[in-house]
């Protein structure tokens, strides 16, 4: 028999029991909407709800934003696996929490002018190109499998004679506790071979401050996670130690020490001192020689307040003119978001001063591109033989905390979207929540089954707040028809919110940390030249160009060649995060692209037109093609030159004959040293003739140089993720005429084959590289 008020259906089941979700609660799901639910079986009543409008919008809802994060995912992230570190031990180098943290090189006349190891302008034939770059120790460079690294940070240097030695802490992977690890070099710190683990404790270590005293060589790691301050005595240096003895009972931090004055002092934090400040705290302490007994200064201690200011150490003090100099961090945004350098006023026992001073050290304007765009926070600086002053620092490219924000994130933006789809499902009447009416509330009411469930746990003011909402939901949901403008206006209102966290939530996810790392070739890093043509006519399309591949992490320096009109001032009209120099020309020719230019400091140029914009992420995968093999010109436009007679066609030409024997240079990698002198040879005077009479064709002259000169291969292709080519937004470009501009390029091809004796381009297949990335 149907209860009061329902319709029975024609098999005897009533409306309410083919979709019935009622449950004990205050807020119950109806799956009753018409449409899809009209006959059901007792015994399948609840599969067959599976076809209701609710479960519907359900699936679309599901179907739509999930194509739409695909599509995000699709434009906005690279197809291609960054892998940064192709050598790196199996485990090691993974996302972590704590940092992605580096080690680089500085060299300078004094402390107060370091340069990095790139522009000090260092050559290397083995990595394939130069200067070679910092960071010059990644966790890449922990070879050992048994002590797969995460990141390597808070390096020391020790020098003996011509040889250096980097001790540093590295992030055990597989314990997620530090490690001492030790590097050598014998070029001055260009190049360093990884020795092995100097120091595994059952703690976590780090700060491994080295040292020399009475002929012996010492070790002061951090352990403060064991609760006290030691010191280890090299036995065979630098992989063996032993412990000398516990200096200090307190889990002392970042400790350094130093000889001063006649004494030895201690510089290091005790952040479990009562009322101390978490990276705003200092402590000295004193002792006659470095095994002690040490004791504590008398204003001990000496800072404790905001840790922004620089208290706790960032290194190990120095001297310089006779000055004492101390390094702090500053941990204010983000621990370890720089160094602070502080002159040494007054070291007494019973007083202490010091006073800021400028570090003389400009950070890079590249932001997560980077190795140490974020943050930096040691540094360890000596003066070496040779008698200039040499210097470690470690840096991060993304702040503290940053993976677990990004999984915050991502899951905050999916709890949004849930929320706004169950609000729009409910506003367009597929979804209903219902909150008890009065009925099922009111206390007079003996018979209703759910009063007996509900009255002992509702009290007066919860009864009437409960009945207050229930009228204010329904106001709301009459206001609110999707018919309305009120209406329509929620519904576009929550499917942008819903987009926006989508994307946002697919950015977390699915998206690395936001940097465009650079590749490493043999484990070594270097720069490029990015170097482009235009004129007064396209300014407006040169500052957004040099704005977006100036962050890229490998540029080194943007050359403009500047052919025609009033030339801009590179230091007020860009905003640039590398120096910009603009070369005039005096002639408005194409040829001027590949003019020798002595004040090119990268053996490396990209040839990149200023009206195509690609990612940062391709661009860095062109250049670790490139140093694979320097002499190729390795770009992201691939022509396929045949037929008879020749013809110029485009890429799709190229792929239909899977192959193609041209890079397009409006686009690609080149030796500046070697194919800017083969093009500007006397006997290519004739080419470049043809350049300037047609206003075309220069690279296909120097691909015709190049694959002339040499049996080898001469080209390399690399699949771009995407490509925006700019000049179908221009009335400037030479090539917006498409019909005219291939038929000068044919020209050029018949041209060219008749000065060089035939067509010597030969032909090379897609999908030859093992990484993929010329699919």
């Not at 080194?556 to 590398?578: C, H, M, Y």
């Not at 990209?606 to 690609?614: A, F, K, N, T």
């Not at 043809?690 to 002259?701: A, P, Q, T």
Request: one cysteine or more; hydrophobic letters at 35%; aromatic letters at 12%.
């Amino acid at each position: 028999m149907g209860e009061k008020g329902m319709k029975p259906t024609s098999s005897g089941a009533t409306t309410a029991d083919c979709c019935d979700m009622t449950v004990k609660c205050r807020c119950r799901w109806r799956w009753d909407t018409p449409g899809f639910c009209s006959k059901c079986h007792d015994k399948l009543q609840h599969r067959t709800c599976l076809l209701s409008s609710t479960f519907i919008f359900f699936l679309c809802s599901f179907a739509i934003f999930g194509g739409i994060g695909m599509l995000f995912a699709w434009l906005a992230l690279s197809p291609f696996q960054h892998q940064i570190y192709a050598s790196v031990t199996r485990g090691g180098c993974q996302p972590d929490s704590e940092g992605s943290w580096a080690i680089g090189i500085y060299r300078g006349p004094n402390p107060f002018a370091l340069k990095a190891l790139e522009m000090v302008g260092e050559h290397v034939d083995r990595s394939s190109a130069w200067p070679v770059a910092n960071p010059v120790l990644t966790c890449a460079s922990v070879l050992d499998e048994s002590y797969p690294s995460n990141f390597v940070a808070d390096p020391f240097l020790y020098l003996q004679g011509r040889k250096m030695y980097v001790f540093f802490e590295t992030k055990n992977a597989m314990t997620s506790q530090g490690d001492i690890g030790v590097a050598e070099s014998v070029d001055d710190g260009t190049t360093w071979q990884y020795l092995g683990i100097a120091l595994d404790e059952e703690w976590h270590l780090s700060y491994p401050f080295v040292f020399e005293f009475d002929g012996q060589i010492y070790m002061m790691p951090e352990g403060s996670k064991n609760g006290d301050l030691r010191l280890y005595q090299a036995l065979e240096f630098p992989l063996q130690w032993r412990l000398a003895k516990v200096l200090i009972h307190k889990p002392m931090v970042d400790a350094t020490m130093l000889e001063y004055d006649g004494s030895f002092w201690i510089f290091g934090s005790d952040f479990h001192r009562f009322g101390a400040q978490k990276n705003g705290e200092l402590e000295v302490w004193h002792a006659g020689n470095p095994l002690g007994p040490w004791k504590q200064h008398k204003r001990n201690p000496v800072h404790n307040g905001d840790k922004s200011m620089g208290a706790r150490n960032g290194g190990r003090p120095f001297t310089h003119d006779g000055q004492l100099y101390r390094f702090g961090q500053d941990c204010g945004d983000t621990y370890g978001r720089r160094l602070r350098v502080f002159q040494v006023q007054t070291l007494t026992k019973d007083k202490y001063a010091e006073t800021e001073v400028s570090l003389g050290f400009e950070e890079s304007r590249k932001g997560r591109n980077a190795w140490n765009g974020m943050r930096y926070h040691h540094m360890d600086v000596q003066k070496s033989p040779t008698g200039d002053w040499v210097a470690v620092m470690d840096g991060d490219r993304v702040p503290s905390g940053d993976l677990s924000l990004r999984f915050y994130l991502g899951f905050m933006s999916l709890f949004v979207l849930i929320l706004l789809n169950f609000f729009v499902g409910h506003t367009i009447g597929l979804l209903r929540c219902i909150f008890p009416s009065s009925r099922y509330l009111n206390p007079g009411k003996k018979t209703d089954t759910a009063a007996t469930w509900i009255r002992p746990q509702l009290a007066s003011r919860v009864y009437k707040s409960v009945l207050r909402l229930n009228r204010d939901n329904a106001s709301f949901r009459h206001r609110l028809q999707p018919r309305t403008c009120l209406g329509v206006s929620c519904l576009v209102v929550c499917c942008i919110l819903g987009l926006v966290s989508m994307c946002v939530m697919v950015r977390c996810f699915f998206g690395r940390n936001g940097a465009d790392e650079p590749y490493p070739l043999q484990s070594q890093y270097s720069q490029f030249t990015l170097l482009t043509m235009t004129y007064d006519a396209r300014l407006w399309n040169l500052k957004m160009y040099v704005k977006h591949y100036s962050r890229c992490a490998s540029v080194r320096e943007i050359v403009v060649v500047w052919n025609k009109g009033q030339p801009p001032n590179p230091l007020t009209e860009f905003d640039s995060a590398v120096p910009v120099r603009i070369r005039v020309e005096g002639k408005n020719s194409l040829n001027n692209r590949f003019k020798p230019d002595p004040q090119i400091k990268t053996r490396a140029v990209l040839e990149l037109d200023d009206d195509i914009m690609v990612t940062c992420d391709d661009v860095e995968r062109g250049f670790k093609a490139w140093r694979e093999n320097p002499e190729r010109i390795v770009g992201f436009y691939p022509r396929l030159i045949d037929g008879n007679p020749i013809e110029y066609r485009n890429e799709r030409y190229a792929r239909s004959k899977q192959g193609y024997n041209m890079i397009l240079t409006g686009a690609a990698f080149v030796d500046s040293q070697v194919a800017f002198h083969k093009y500007w040879s006397a006997e290519n005077e004739q080419g470049r003739a043809l350049v300037d009479e047609l206003f075309n064709c220069e690279d296909i002259l120097l691909n015709f140089i190049l694959s002339n000169s040499t049996s080898s291969r001469t080209v390399e292709y690399v699949h771009p993720s995407w490509a925006i080519d700019m000049s179908k937004f221009s009335s400037s470009a030479i090539s917006r005429d498409t019909k005219t501009h291939y038929s000068k390029r044919t020209n050029c091809l018949l041209n060219f084959s008749g000065l060089y004796g035939g067509l010597p381009l030969k032909k090379w297949g897609f999908k030859t590289r093992i990484d993929g990335w010329d699919y």
